[in-house]
């Protein structure tokens, strides 16, 4: 990017970061731009609707999801381990409920839920 170090508070990937094809190197450089941290909105991995669309992206040439890489709480934890080797914290984590019949929408700590947010605060020491 042609962003100076740390010009930006915050890098957000909004159903965009499934589709980096290096992942590690895009974490680097969002945390070279980032004052604060990284924010993620991802289609979780765990959700029993992601198995359609990974299902999809293997059925369906055309499909939208054929470039797209799945991940958890649990694996961007060590995605971010790989990139700022431990400069960092989960400030947050939530996902969207699945079904929506236990849950009318809120956000909750739930892991199975279709959307997962994430928010990682940076820091420029290991404390």
Do not use: C
Request: zero cysteines; a positive charge.
């Amino acid at each position: 990017m042609s962003i100076r170090d740390k010009g930006v508070d915050l890098v957000v990937y909004i159903t965009s970061f499934e589709y980096m094809p290096d992942p590690v190197k895009a974490i680097k450089e969002a945390a070279r731009v980032a004052r604060k941290g990284i924010v993620f909105g991802l289609m979780n991995k765990q959700a029993p609707e992601t198995l359609r669309k990974r299902l999809q992206s293997k059925t369906q040439k055309d499909s939208f999801y054929s470039g797209a890489v799945f991940y958890s709480v649990t694996d961007i934890k060590e995605i971010l381990q790989k990139a700022v080797h431990g400069k960092y914290e989960i400030a947050f984590w939530s996902t969207t409920v699945f079904p929506r019949v236990f849950d009318p929408g809120e956000s909750m700590r739930f892991p199975f839920g279709a959307f997962l947010g994430i928010a990682v605060r940076l820091r420029d020491t290991i404390e």
